[in-house]
C-alpha cells in the first residue's frame, strides 16, 4: 500500500536518492551530469527546505512523499510564484520508475493540488523539458503549453476535479 505524507528535512537523502535513480532509469536521454550528481541535488534539498531557493518561489511550499513499506518511492515539492503570471508551481515531480504506471502520480499530484486549494492560488504552472516524453502525463491531466518549456494549468479547481474523478 502507497501512503502520501509530508516529506521533512530529515527525508533530503533518500528524496535526492528518489530524484537521481527516476532520472536515470526513466529520462535518461534529457539528463546533464550535474542533474544527477549527488552533492548538487542533495545541497538543492537543503537550500529547497530552507526556503531559499528557487529565487521565484514565495511561501508557503510543501513536498509530499509516497511512501510503501517505509521507502521514499516518489514526491511532489512544489510553492507560490510569481512566474509567467501564475500563482503556484510544480518545483521537482519524480517517481521510481517501477511504481510508475500504477495511479501514484496522480495520487501524489491530487494531494499537492488539495494542498493548493488552501493556498492563495488559483493556477499552477511547471517547467519539463520538450524531449521529455513525461509531458504526456501533465496534458492528460488538463495542462495546456504555455511556451515548449512551461505547461500550466489556469484553473486548480478544474484540475482538482479532474483528479477527484480519475482516483
Known sequence: MITIDIAREADKEPLTKVELESKIQSIPECIDAIEIDYDVRLYRWRTYFNGTSPESSRPPRIILKAVTDGTII????????????????????????????????????????????????????????????????????????????????DDIEKLAKQLRSVI
Open 74 to 153: 516518489g514526491y511532489i515539492a512544489g510553492h507560490l510564484t510569481n512566474r509567467y503570471g501564475l500563482d503556484a508551481e510544480i518545483q521537482s515531480f519524480y517517481i521510481l520508475k517501477e511504481y510508475q504506471r500504477n495511479g501514484t502520480g496522480k495520487q501524489l499530484l491530487k494531494k499537492f493540488v488539495e494542498w493548493l486549494l488552501t493556498q492563495p492560488a488559483k493556477s499552477l504552472c511547471v517547467g519539463i523539458k520538450p524531449e521529455n516524453k513525461y509531458q504526456a502525463f501533465y496534458l492528460k491531466c488538463g495542462g495546456k503549453h504555455l511556451n515548449e518549456h512551461w505547461i500550466y494549468w
